[in-house]
């Protein structure tokens, strides 16, 4: 059973930062590409950044690229997301997920997914 369970959100104010982390058991995870997506209240879950198993390729969003980061430690089984200058806009819970695809952007393409973890940007 794969279980991904991630952690680092929380209340900051805009252009503020936060660390997102998530932890991935139950199956080799330097195989398989990663990738964070979030929610927003009515909203559908939206692609965020994603990330290759050997961390050679990235992508992000056009709304968060050059202010998010996308990072992965194979030793750790761990994948991070570091955000910066945060906007309200920003605010969702934000998901991180598995794919055996080398990367995805596509919500369906994702196989395991983390239980969420709220993200609030005050303004």
């Known amino acids: 059973q794969v279980q991904l369970v991630e952690s680092g959100g929380g209340l900051v104010q805009a252009g503020g930062s936060l660390r997102l982390s998530c932890a991935v058991s139950?199956?080799?995870?330097?195989?398989?590409?990663m990738g964070w997506f979030r929610q927003a209240p009515e909203k559908e879950r939206e692609f965020v950044a994603a990330?290759?198993?050997?961390?050679?390729?990235?992508h992000y969003a056009d709304s968060v690229r050059g202010r998010f980061t996308i990072s992965r430690d194979n030793a750790k089984n761990t994948v991070y997301l570091q955000m910066n200058s945060l906007k309200p806009e920003d605010t969702a819970v934000y998901y991180c997920?598995?794919?055996?695809?080398?990367?995805?952007?596509?919500?369906?393409?994702?196989?395991?997914w983390g239980q969420g973890t709220q993200v609030t940007v005050s303004s």
């Open positions: 997920a598995v794919s055996s695809r080398l990367y995805s952007v596509h919500v369906h393409e994702y196989d395991y």
């Open positions: 139950g199956r080799s995870f330097s195989s398989y590409g």
């Open positions: 990330i290759s198993w050997s961390a050679y390729n990235t």
